[in-house]
């Protein structure tokens, strides 16, 4: 059976996704492919509990390797399940903390409810229920992302059942802990229960390719065990056990290490890697009198973009402390997170600066070594296009965001999203010239190496909004503090870098670069910038010639940037800010009204107005940690404006207004529903139907031979295909869907073997 109807989405912000959906129910359809299927390391309650003779930590049981695994549930609550036949003690609602040993990235959550079997508590089990995911153990550090809740459906009494599998649409990255915050369907007497909680996800285990040494050199009494073979593969994850007994398999010596403190090992990569977690078993002989607890203590790891520590280093340091290994029995690895991930890692100088056990005899070993990452630069599944947005300016472009400060997941390698850039100052924390994710790290002057720009946040809200399934989101930087308009990035004017000023010139050299690495990564998708991001102005303002001739020299510039790449290229102006008082007022306010007035002359062009942010730290001229954030996020939402003419700023385009409500009737409601169709103005502009004629958006859906949804559609439009099974949590399914030819498109929709009642809705954006 097919139900067939319209719902606004977003009707009432135009400032939002901006997209129009409609939703099928039906009975059919598709499996999305995530990451691996991942258990926690451990669980724990509190506020209202469950009793069980299961314990909690037993949610991770192990039996199954995909969601599809089914559970009988006619097996009663004793035996397997986490659960209680009576209502918890201390009520509802519960929450069960899940942890994991190392940070990884969550895709979806997948839960199997239970009840006991009998009829008169049938089809009973968790029902509302709320995630929250944290960068720390237990619920601790700082929260990732937004919470994710969403309800599971009733549990049959009896026979088998598969998990509820439940998409959480983007990724969250870093995470260490996940609190589930739970109800049950009958909160009042009878029976609840879970039988299995997983996610899926990525934790990989990573070993070096191979290793050397220099400096001080350990010795291996009982060998040979050489120091390659400290990647002797015989571990697939951290929790792998060691006999810390065996001291004849590691490498290690009864003295300290010839040449003394530090020990230098380079370990390097066949191909570049993502490196978030490091682990190292310790290793003792087995001596308890000799050598209670030694091992490696305190080390430093430092990570470059070259091969045996050349090329250039990437971020800072990681500087860690190792417990003693026992002196005798199993010995688990040590793990030591990251927090923020280092990409694009060739080598790592692992320097062991002492051993464990302070003393000045006995023992001193490893047993083994790893990582915790993954091979960076796999490009997604066949992208249709790669959009490029272009970063240009000076100090504030280059920007002094402070990394330290960001979480929430902006701390992280956003993996989805591509960065090249020119690392103007030469100081940048990243590989520069070459394509990498991004990441803060990319501020490249002295006074903010490590920091970043509005780049950061500016890139996940567009790709948040646009999604990447089709269309691979790249940006790409070339900025320097203290460059001027007036001669630094001065515009010769023909689209050759003829005339151009020098670091005008670089910036389009990085441009050339960044375009070609995508080309070789992504060979079959076409190329597109679409737009620029300018934060600049400052340096022209320490002249009042430069200043009043600021505005024909960013006219100027932006139709030289036009001719070069793209003559559509939208362009997004960050004005001045009055906060900037280390800048002489008169010329900084010269300086905006010049750019104010490019942005309100120019269809394409659109401007950030600063006056509300805050310096960072003392600073009297450069944006701090939200200054930047708040930057970047407001280039996003202007960028998905800025293609129509819109004076009213209410996001109807102003030709459009004057087709149907006639010449100078612009400024209409976006949530007014002239026609009472149900479609806001909004929604009919972006659907591009008559706001006065009654005519909801319909569309068709064919069953036979295939499952295909028909919408109508324009040329000049771009849809997308969410999916749910409850109407409350949303997966994108497919983004960047272009028109089809004729007055609509169509769209083969994926099969599901399971045959679950989805929903559907289709959207639009420019």
Known sequence: MVYLFALPVNASSPTSMKHRSLLLLLISCSTNAWGAFLYHDSASTNGGEFSSDYPIENLKNGGYSSAADTENASIRAGTRSYATTSPPAGGYPVTITFEFDVAVSLDAFHLWNHSNGASAAANQGVNAFTLTFYDGPNGTGSQIGSPYSNNAAKAPASGLYPAETFNFGTSYKGVRSVTLTADNHNPGSLFVGIREAAFEGSQSFLYHSSASTDGGVFVSGNGPFPLEDLKNANHSSPQDLEDAALAGESYATTDPPLGGFPVNIMLEFDSPAILEAFHLWNHTNGNAVAAPGNGVGDFSLTFYDGPGGTGNQIGSPFNGSASAAPATGSSPAQTFGFGAGYEGVRSVLFQITDKANNTT??????????????????????????????????????????????????????????????????????????????????????????????????????????????????????????????????????????????????????????????????PGAAIEIEGMIWHQGEADAGSSTNAGNYQTNLTNFIADVRSTYDSDLKFGIVQLSDNQTALDPVNRATVKAAQAAVANSDVLSYLVETDDQSMGGSSSIHFGTSGNLAIGSRLATGMQQVAIKDVEENGLDDDWEELYWGIGNTGQDPAGDDDKDGLSNLEEFLWLTNPLVSNVVVSQLQTSPVTTLTWPSSPDRRYLIEVSSDMQGWTRLDSFIPAGIGPSTSYLLPEDPVETRRFFRVGVHR
């Not at 490893?366 to 300016?393: H, K, Q």
């Not at 002094?400 to 992280?412: K, M």
């Not at 630094?488 to 690495?517: C, E, H, K, M, R």
């Open 361 to 522: 005899e006995g023992f001193v070993a490893m047993r083994e070594i790893g990582f915790g990452g993954s091979t960076v630069l796999v490009p997604p599944a066949n992208p249709d296009r790669v959009v490029v947005y272009l970063v240009g300016g000076q100090s504030n472009a280059d920007g002094y965001g402070v990394t330290s400060e960001l979480s929430g997941g902006l701390e992280l390698i956003q993996s989805d999203i591509d960065l090249f850039h020119g690392n103007g100052g030469g100081n940048s924390m990243l590989p520069a010239n070459q394509l990498i994710r991004l990441q803060p790290g990319s501020g490249s002057m002295t006074g903010n190496a490590g920091g970043f720009g509005p780049e950061l946040s500016f890139g996940v809200d567009i790709h948040d909004a646009l999604g990447s399934e089709r269309a691979r989101i790249a940006i790409i930087k070339h900025t320097l503090g203290g460059t001027s308009l007036h001669s630094n990035w001065f515009p010769g004017g023909d689209g050759t870098t003829a005339g151009d000023g020098s670091i005008y010139q670089n910036f389009q050299t990085t441009v050339s670069s960044g375009l070609a690495a995508l080309a070789s990564v992504y």
